[in-house]
């Protein structure tokens, strides 16, 4: 069975710092990874997504994440945020053995930039 | 082009009071998603769909059944509420790319908080 652990529940970071939420999976197979984003009050949308490749994954709004099949991360980074970033970040895996069209969602990762 | 809309947007129920949330999309997408999102727990799989007139269980299914009886709607019934089943309900949708097998990108509506008292 497929799982997804988001160890970080809350991240508070300063404007214009780095910040780096981080997500681990486990799965016996192959696996398509994903960070979704949700801003207060709406609902999700796509920042990136893993399915083959490069293992350095771009993104919209400024963020990047590298797959690391020996540690079985994901670890969303930006090198500097926004207030406009403040918002709960999800990661998400999908693959055979959960089948391709359903993801298994992590708890998120709430991260607050502070001015 | 909408996307992914959900009705109604809030709703109040007392315990042992049913009602239906609607999922619309207008993307012409195949398969179709339930989830229900609570505090600390992400989002959590109730229900699913990858045509028209098929349905699945998901993770969570228990007290929640869906139809979906045209291919542009997903509907999630609560026959009767509980207090448990306060949460924010998420629909999504994604297409098919070859063979049936999905774009793995989901789109998302914008959600239907309910609370049952």
């Known amino acids: 069975a497929q799982s997804v652990t988001q160890l970080d529940s809350q991240v508070p970071v300063f404007e214009e710092a780095p910040v780096e939420l981080r997500c681990n999976y486990s799965?016996?197979?192959?696996?398509?990874l994903f960070w979704y984003v949700q801003y207060p009050n709406q609902g999700l949308q796509l920042l990136l997504k893993y399915l083959s490749g490069s293992t350095l994954v771009k993104g919209i709004n400024g963020f990047e994440a590298e797959f690391n099949k020996s540690q079985t991360s994901f670890h969303l980074r930006k090198p500097s945020v926004h207030i406009s970033d403040t918002a709960e970040y999800f990661c998400?895996?999908?693959?055979?053995?959960?089948?391709?069209?359903?993801?298994?969602f992590g708890t998120g990762t709430r991260l607050k930039v502070l001015a | 082009n909408a996307g992914v809309t959900q009705t109604p947007k809030f709703r109040v129920l007392k315990t042992g009071q049913s009602m239906t949330l609607l999922c619309a999309q207008d993307?012409?997408?195949?398969?179709m998603y339930w989830y229900r999102q609570d505090p600390g727990m992400g989002l959590r799989l109730i229900h699913y769909?990858?045509?028209?007139?098929?349905?699945a269980k998901g993770e969570v299914p228990d007290g929640y059944n869906v139809s979906r009886l045209k291919k542009q709607n997903f509907l999630l019934g609560l026959e009767s509420a509980a207090p448990s089943q306060t949460s924010v309900y998420f629909c999504?949708?994604?297409?098919?790319?070859?063979?049936?097998?999905?774009?793995?990108?989901?789109?998302f509506g914008p959600g239907t908080r309910l609370t049952v008292t």
């Open positions: 999504a949708s994604s297409y098919i790319v070859a063979d049936y097998m999905s774009s793995y990108e989901q789109y």
């Open positions: 998400a895996v999908s693959g055979p053995a959960s089948g391709t069209y359903k993801y298994i």
């Open positions: 799965s016996s197979v192959s696996v398509y």
């Open positions: 769909s990858v045509g028209e007139g098929t349905t």
């Open positions: 993307m012409n997408h195949e398969y």
